[in-house]
């Protein structure tokens, strides 16, 4: 004889009830938003691959000098790129004045000459040059900062590289930029 239809108090009860169910949920759903928001935003690193492209120096001026360099292949788009961001700052630093950080942007027609000399298919794609700028070894994919500062404390030295020839499974895969379609030039795609 309980029959919510006839007895007022009880669909009072049902709806608070759902009400408070729907409030709790929708807290719930706001606290784990906000949870993911600064989670993703604390896994950032304090480097991004503009910063470390703003603290390198053009290819003509590394080729111009008297010091060893080192020619980063990256897009904006390799994620592999964008782990490496603050190691590849922090040797910046480290090295000023004694190795020269190229960067340069795979997305960027203007280096296609470059990216096919040294044969990139794949980013990042470090090349290792001496002071004479012959290319002394070459690196594809995330190397850590160590095996990294190894490499730059030879060539700094003017030492074979101790680890040359380095491919990494964490890889971009990289094809090239794709020539403008004539036949359609107002598309993106």
């Known amino acids: 004889m309980n029959d ?9 009860s049902g709806a608070s009830e759902n009400r408070a ?4 949920v929708a807290l719930a759903a706001i606290a ?10 604390a896994q950032k690193s304090g480097a991004s ?11 003509e001026s590394a080729l111009a000098s008297n010091q060893p ?6 897009a904006d788009w390799c994620t592999s790129c964008q782990s490496m961001a603050a190691d590849n700052l922090a040797l910046q630093k480290q090295y000023s004045g004694k190795v020269n950080f190229v960067m340069l942007n ?7 000459p470059e990216v096919t000399r040294f044969k990139v298919d794949g980013i990042p794609h470090f090349v290792f040059l001496d002071r004479g700028n012959l290319t ?11 095996i990294m500062a190894e490499n730059l404390d030879a060539m ?12 990494s499974d964490r890889i971009s895969p990289f094809a090239g930029p794709l020539p403008a379609d004539a036949t359609q030039p107002r598309s993106h795609a």
């Open 4 to 12: 919510p239809s006839t007895n007022p108090s009880a669909n009072t």
């Open 21 to 24: 169910r729907n409030l709790l």
């Open 32 to 41: 784990l938003a906000a949870a993911l928001f600064f989670g993703f935003q």
């Open 49 to 59: 691959l503009t910063a470390v492209a703003q603290a390198a120096i053009s290819l």
């Open 69 to 74: 360099s080192i020619v980063e292949f990256y």
């Open 106 to 112: 795979v997305d960027n027609t203007k280096w296609l």
């Open 136 to 146: 002394i070894g070459n690196a594809i994919g995330v190397v850590p900062h160590a």
């Open 156 to 167: 700094i030295a003017n030492k074979a590289l101790p680890h040359n020839r380095l491919e």
